[in-house]
């Protein structure tokens, strides 16, 4: 089968891509070994980022708050029900010394034009009304928002197929090659051909690079996730802490070798980390670690603990209410911790789109668009110079 353009993966940035390729006029096929959705743009935590587009927007910017109009277009305007909600976030000051920390990264912040604000734990229980007042205090951020994980990636993919892309799910990449200018993709369902090709395997993308001898420095990192049975709602906006920021602001690499902003240096634990909500369907939710351990899923049950404890510290209401469920999934962390997207180097027509590590559900919609208009156009919007995968070239 033939297309212009094949895009493999279909998570939430290969399905935004192949949105924004078919919105253009581009025959688009996506190839996807499992469903659409069934790796971690389908079961994150659901939280997305955005504290405004600043005096002078960077790629940051065009990923968060690119995507979130992107998210607003997908519910309001082509009406799927993807439980979008700009709801805001908190996030608990535990100490004096983030406290310090937290107050100089507002300000910057501030001076360079975005939303974020340091409140007090009595204001913040004003618009949150479980969180501790026991805590330092906060950082509220009004735009950041959530949505459901699933719904959204699906309505993704639905919305591509209405635009005139094809998704082949149950479909494989084993090879990609080139023969006489024409990309040859040999999946477990026989071979496509097409003009470009745009890798958007998530935590697989190494194996794909692999494929055609480029390294794509992607490395899995599993993060683990609980939840409580439903209950009416109590929790608003999406929580998390500052105790890993404060960390990694002193200590960004576990180990040499690996990707920056980890929990884990093997099963030794660093930090903690920590982001979690209240889905619409009443379950609170929470997770946090990222653990640097090949492909293996595994949940560390001491793990899901901690991460309990962490959450109850913030809201004590989750003290009384057992663990229904674990899940966990596999994030794309690139070797400097920045995205990568743009055009393999001395690959013509093969490009990449990646290295969204724990936020790419949020940062998805807006890398998927970005990798198509440079697909459509042949020229690279100027926010993309930071995610060159030439960077990594020899
Ligand atoms: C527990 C957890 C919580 C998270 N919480 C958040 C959050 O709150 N907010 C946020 O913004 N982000 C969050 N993330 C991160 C976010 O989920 C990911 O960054 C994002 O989903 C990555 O999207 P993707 O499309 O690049 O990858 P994926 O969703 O992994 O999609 C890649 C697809 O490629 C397919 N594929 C791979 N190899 C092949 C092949 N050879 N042939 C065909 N198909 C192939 C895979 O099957 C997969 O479906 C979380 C992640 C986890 C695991």
Not at 107 to 132: I, V
Not at 162 to 183: P, Y
Not at 202 to 229: D, F, H, N, R, Y
Not at 273 to 289: M, N, P, V
Request: charge should be negative.
């Amino acid at each position: 089968m033939n297309a212009d353009v094949i895009v493999i993966g279909a998570g939430i940035a290969g399905c935004s891509t192949a949105l924004h390729l078919a919105e253009a006029g581009i025959s688009t096929i996506v190839l996807e070994k499992g469903e659409i959705s069934s790796e971690a743009s389908g079961v994150n935590m659901g939280g997305l980022g955005g504290v405004g587009w600043g005096h002078s927007p960077s790629l940051q910017e065009y990923l968060t708050m690119g995507s979130l109009n992107i998210f607003k277009r997908l519910q309001n305007e082509l009406g799927y029900d993807i439980e979008f909600r700009q709801s805001g976030s908190f996030t608990a000051i535990h100490t004096e010394a983030q406290h310090a920390y937290a107050k100089e990264r507002v300000l910057e912040a501030q001076n360079n034009g975005f939303n974020l604000e340091l409140m007090s734990a009595y204001e913040s229980r004003a618009l949150e009304p479980e969180l501790n007042l026991d805590m330092l205090g906060y950082v509220y951020s009004r735009s950041r928002g959530q949505a459901d994980p699933l719904k959204t990636t699906r309505a993704f993919g639905q919305a591509a197929i209405q635009a005139g892309a094809t998704i082949e799910t149950d479909t494989e990449v084993m090879a990609v090659k080139k023969s006489n200018g024409t990309w040859m993709v040999e999946t477990s369902r026989g071979v496509y051909e097409s003009d470009a090709v745009v890798v958007a395997a998530g935590a697989w993308c190494k194996l794909l690079g692999k494929m055609v001898g480029v390294e794509i420095p992607i490395e899995p990192v599993v993060g683990q996730m609980w939840s409580t049975e439903p209950l009416p709602p109590r929790i608003f906006g999406t929580i998390g802490s500052f105790e890993s920021s404060f960390h990694w602001s002193e200590d960004l690499y576990a180990g040499a070798g690996s990707p920056p902003e980890l929990t884990h240096l093997g099963t030794q634990r660093l930090t903690r980390h920590l982001y979690g909500r209240q889905r619409k369907s009443g379950e609170i939710i929470f997770g946090g670690d990222r653990r640097d351990v090949g492909f293996d899923k595994t949940i560390e049950d001491a793990g899901i603990d901690v991460n309990k404890g962490h959450a109850t510290e913030i809201l004590p209401l989750l003290a009384d209410l057992p663990i229904a469920t674990t899940w966990s999934g596999l994030m794309p962390f690139s070797i400097d911790g920045h995205p990568i997207i743009g055009e393999l180097p001395y690959n013509e027509n093969l490009f990449v789109v990646t290295g969204l590590a724990s936020s790419g559900f949020g940062r998805g919609p807006g890398a998927g668009m970005l990798i198509a208009d440079f697909v459509a156009r042949g020229a690279a919007h100027p926010a993309l110079t930071e995610s060159d995968p030439a960077r990594f070239a020899d």
